[in-house]
């Protein structure tokens, strides 16, 4: 039997066809939930569209029945006709819970402020870097980390391997796309995030690549135009640091990629630690390590974060430190003054979230290193008042360390 197509009918699948087509288009490409000032009280989202009008976020507490409305600013997408639509949310309660819908999606999400304090509530932050020589490689290390509900996470540079290049621009769509996917916990809250730079957001990774380089906020975002447009926090000059209360204080530092270590950025650093030696918790995240746990122990970068950085960590007492770039999974021994010591510094990290494992150091010989391996992984941090601890797991969820080191913890299961 043939069936015939009349004018109505064609008019009304024509009529869904624009509707579905027009509905797909103001579906946010990306979304991305972050900071710039005190967590336990704002917020930052931003979504990816092709409209280039400010468009509106409803928002509302979690449990409560209206929404209002948050009209977003417009900011312009490095080598692309995709717009960045950004609202910054103010005096926001603290350990609450809102829902927000973006435009053209019913979808209801929701994040969460951080507390005013942790003496009865810890918080829990993953943190790994070095984040997507592959999509499915970040995704999954994505769906382990969400499983365990972080507070939010921080990934201390080179997230989507773009160097700071037009031809690249996939990778921060796949990024992007990986993150609205895949950074969402099961009830649909979305997991804020922090990052670092690292080599791969900048052209050439360093500015040692280029010529005539000025310590400025143009030629920093003309060597990283992918970073410093996407990633609100930490901004410009690339370095900064982000108050949780009074009881977190995270360091973010630059590596030598869009700034250099020595001069500027290093005297900053001490001025910032002495300024926040009443808070609990100082916690340094950068992304070239000072013991590697697969490059040279005297490389140039490493020796000059040594030298220059570690000193200070030390004059204020930082008790632990999140280093990436190597791609492979290391914890130290505590180090102070260069030699193991158990009121020193602990070193984690070495970035391997979504990349290709490296061969690592011989542990055993290696006076530094205490956990080292080729592995895929991320840092599973809980503080609660003074006292912080934290396991590492890898990407097929498995439990690989632990610190302080607990018998209770099985590394196999």
Same mark, same amino acid.
């Given at each position: 039997m043939k069936f015939?197509?009349?004018?109505?009918?064609?008019?009304?699948?024509?009529?869904?066809?624009?509707?579905?087509?027009?509905?797909?288009?103001?579906?946010?490409?990306?979304?991305?939930?972050?900071?710039?000032?005190?967590?336990?009280?704002?917020?930052?989202?931003?979504?990816?569209?092709?409209d280039s009008n400010s468009a509106s976020l409803e928002i509302r507490r979690k449990g409560t029945s209206n929404w209002a409305s948050m009209e977003s600013d417009v900011l312009p997408y490095p080598f692309s006709d995709r717009r960045i639509h950004r609202v910054s949310l103010q005096m926001l309660r603290s350990d609450t819970a809102y829902e927000i819908k973006f435009p053209g999606s019913n979808q209801v999400y929701y994040f969460r402020t951080m507390?005013?304090?942790?003496?009865?509530?810890?918080?829990?932050i993953a943190i790994g870097g070095d984040a997507m020589h592959k999509k499915e490689w970040l995704e999954k290390t994505n769906t382990v980390v969400a499983s365990y509900d972080p507070d939010f996470i921080i990934i201390g540079g080179d997230m989507a391997y773009e160097n700071g290049l037009a031809e690249n621009i996939d990778r921060i769509y796949d990024f992007f796309d990986s993150y609205k996917n895949t950074l969402v916990t099961e009830d649909n809250r979305i997991l804020p995030c922090l990052v670092a730079i690292g080599n791969h957001e900048v052209v050439g990774g360093s500015i040692h690549k280029h010529d005539g380089y000025e310590?400025?906020? @143009?030629?920093?975002?003309? $060597?990283?135009?992918? !970073?410093?447009?996407?990633?609100?926090?930490?901004?410009q000059p690339g370095y900064n640091t982000l108050d949780f209360g009074g009881y977190l204080s995270l360091i973010i530092l630059d590596t030598d990629h869009s700034n250099p270590i020595l001069g500027e950025q290093t005297s900053w650093l001490e001025e910032t630690l002495q300024s926040k030696k009443d808070f609990l918790h100082t916690i340094p995240v950068y992304h070239v390590p000072a013991f590697p746990s697969v490059r040279e122990f005297d490389g140039k970068t490493q020796t000059l974060?040594? @030298?220059?950085?570690?000193? $200070?960590?030390?004059? !204020?007492?930082?008790?632990?430190a999140f280093e990436n770039h190597d791609h492979a999974y290391k914890r130290t021994f505590p180090i102070r003054d260069g030699k193991k010591d158990q009121s020193g510094i602990v070193y984690v990290g070495d970035?391997?979230?979504?990349?290709?494992?490296?061969?690592i150091h011989d542990v055993s010989t290696t006076w530094y290193l205490k956990e080292a391996a080729s592995i895929n992984a991320f840092s599973l941090l809980t503080i609660e008042g003074k006292q912080f601890s934290l396991i590492s797991v890898d990407s097929d969820g498995n439990i690989i360390d632990s610190y302080p080191e607990s018998p209770l913890v099985d590394k196999n299961n």
């Open positions: 015939k197509l009349t004018t109505p009918i064609l008019s009304l699948i024509l009529s869904l066809f624009i509707a579905l087509q027009s509905y797909a288009q103001n579906e946010p490409y990306g979304i991305y939930l972050t900071w710039v000032d005190d967590p336990t009280s704002t917020m930052v989202v931003d979504w990816h569209s092709d507390p005013e304090n942790i003496d009865e509530k810890p918080i829990k310590q400025t906020d @143009e030629f920093r975002r003309n $060597i990283s135009p992918y !970073f410093y447009a996407l990633f609100p926090f930490p901004g974060v040594r @030298e220059n950085w570690i000193p $200070i960590f030390e004059k !204020f007492d930082v008790r632990i970035g391997s979230w979504g990349v290709g494992p490296r061969e």
